[in-house]
Nanobody
Framework: QVQLVESGGGSVQAGGSLRLSCAAS????????MGWFRRAPGKEREGVAA????????FYADSVKGRFTISRDSPKNTLYLQMNSLKPEDTAMYYC??????????????????WGQGTQVTVSS
């Protein structure tokens, strides 16, 4: 079955950078959405960045625009999230997801079918 495995999380000081990776196994890109979501303590899950694989169109939460970049390496079957200028408010568990369709990939009409286990990102002040 399809497996999504995140890596690259860790602890970093404010202003630092991290690059998250999501390796997809037994998965063939469908032309739908892939994305990164996060959940901080006491808060609901938030869509951070997403990619419409059929067109290359990207979507970002307002809170991360200009700081985060989502990308995909098709031959490696891997999704990335480059995070720069990290802030303490970015502290959360980050999850990758795949295979959603319709509307914005951050709030798809047909919800994501596959989810990873998450990787923790902690940003200290």
């Amino acid at each position: 079955q399809v497996q999504l495995v995140e890596s690259g999380g860790g602890s970093v000081q404010a202003g630092g950078s991290l690059r998250l990776s999501c390796a997809a196994s037994r998965y063939t890109y469908s032309g739908g959405c892939m994305g990164w979501f996060r959940r901080a303590p006491g808060k609901e899950r938030e869509g951070v960045a997403a990619l419409w694989t059929g067109s290359g169109t990207t979507f970002y939460a307002d809170s991360v625009k200009g700081r985060f970049t989502i990308s995909r390496d098709s031959p490696k079957n891997t999704l990335y999230l480059q995070m720069n200028s990290l802030k303490p408010e970015d502290t959360a568990m980050y999850y990758c997801a795949a295979d959603a369709f319709g509307g914005s990939c951050l709030t798809p009409v047909f919800e994501y079918k596959y989810w990873g286990q998450g990787t923790q990102v902690t940003v200290s002040s």
